[in-house]
């Protein structure tokens, strides 16, 4: 007898746990960066500057994603964002919205799902059937937009 498996996937719970963990630890190196710089041990905060805001990009992006697929409201979804800036606030609002069911279920617009509705859905039900495509293009878009953001940062003082 053989049996097939589904593929294994990352649920939305999964995708939006990671991205909250991940934004706590690398607020906690920022921190910690800071309080070094600021007791003149060590200047990491350019590095652990750079990796948390990559990971507060990659987080947003994660946040909007499962926002669309769990049809969170709009209240919710910006909650969700605005807590980034918050240190340590995405790990206790991921763990309210799990407790609360609301990171339940999977991709509701991946292939055999739900049809999509409107342009944002259009675009994650694309993005759904084109997985690998879709992770090249997004590490793509984040990589420009962090590159913009340090391009655009602050003037460095001159000595």
């Given at each position: 007898m053989t049996t097939?498996?589904?593929?294994?996937?990352?649920?939305?719970?999964?995708?939006?746990?990671?991205?909250?963990?991940?934004?706590m630890f690398t607020w906690a190196g920022l921190i910690?960066?800071?309080?070094?710089?600021?007791?003149?041990?060590?200047?990491?905060?350019?590095?652990a500057g750079g990796i948390h805001g990559f990971v507060f990009l990659c987080y947003s992006a994660s946040t909007?994603?499962?926002?669309v697929n769990q049809k969170w409201p709009l209240r919710l979804g910006l909650?969700?964002?605005?807590?980034a800036i918050v240190?340590?606030?995405t790990m206790p609002f991921e763990i309210i919205v799990d407790r609360k069911g609301l990171l339940a279920g999977d991709w509701r617009l991946a292939p055999g799902g739900e049809a999509p509705h409107g342009f944002i859905e259009h675009v994650q039900a694309w993005i759904l059937r084109h997985?690998?495509?879709s992770i090249i293009l997004l590490i793509l878009l984040v990589t420009a937009l962090f590159v913009t953001l340090l391009w655009l940062g602050p003037p460095v003082p001159r000595a």
């Amino acid at each position: 007898m053989t049996t097939t498996k589904k593929p294994q996937t990352i649920s939305p719970r999964m995708l939006f746990r990671s991205f909250a963990i991940a934004e706590m630890f690398t607020w906690a190196g920022l921190i910690t960066a800071l309080i070094l710089r600021a007791f003149d041990v060590a200047n990491l905060v350019p590095i652990a500057g750079g990796i948390h805001g990559f990971v507060f990009l990659c987080y947003s992006a994660s946040t909007i994603f499962v926002w669309v697929n769990q049809k969170w409201p709009l209240r919710l979804g910006l909650t969700g964002l605005l807590l980034a800036i918050v240190p340590f606030a995405t790990m206790p609002f991921e763990i309210i919205v799990d407790r609360k069911g609301l990171l339940a279920g999977d991709w509701r617009l991946a292939p055999g799902g739900e049809a999509p509705h409107g342009f944002i859905e259009h675009v994650q039900a694309w993005i759904l059937r084109h997985v690998l495509l879709s992770i090249i293009l997004l590490i793509l878009l984040v990589t420009a937009l962090f590159v913009t953001l340090l391009w655009l940062g602050p003037p460095v003082p001159r000595a």
